[in-house]
């Protein structure tokens, strides 16, 4: 399995689709840790300086091995709001799995090293390729044009 999960909410998670997804892109392993906006909101002040809860937070592994020895070793973590899942789906008109999987494929874009802050659209057409590529709605910065 790629996908260590860390569930400290009550979402139900199948992580089947999230695999799928992950091996299309990385054989190394991705912890996948669900938590609430208060947790989250520690977490990107402490590590954005912004003191407010958001969807989903990367954190790469940061490491000073080389290529050769990150065999076995996890590609990093994603952190994702089960709140923001929540009222996603809502607001959108999908499932909580769906929102979760648009997070997640966000989340593990960030892992890569795509930035669409700074890119020229590349991390959008990866994005955009898996949602398609997995029958999902549309999401993030693919919904936000």
Do not use: W
Not at 25 to 41: K, P, Y
């Amino acid at each position: 399995m790629l996908i260590d999960l860390e569930n400290q909410t009550h979402l139900t998670v199948d992580t089947t689709l999230l695999e799928a997804i992950a091996s299309r892109l990385t054989t190394q392993g991705i912890e996948l840790i669900l938590t609430d906006n208060t947790t989250i909101a520690k977490l990107n002040q402490t590590h954005r300086n912004k003191a407010t809860p958001t969807d989903v937070l990367s954190f790469p592994l940061e490491t000073p091995f080389t290529q050769e020895s990150l065999c076995g070793m996890p590609l990093g973590s994603v952190v994702i709001s089960a709140d923001f899942v929540k009222s996603g789906a809502k607001a959108f008109g999908h499932t909580e799995q769906e929102e979760l999987t648009l997070l997640f494929i966000h989340g593990l874009l960030h892992l890569l090293g795509y930035d669409h802050e700074c890119d020229s659209g590349e991390m959008r057409q990866e994005e955009q390729a898996l949602i398609e590529a997995f029958g999902l709605p549309s999401s993030l910065i693919v919904r936000t044009v």
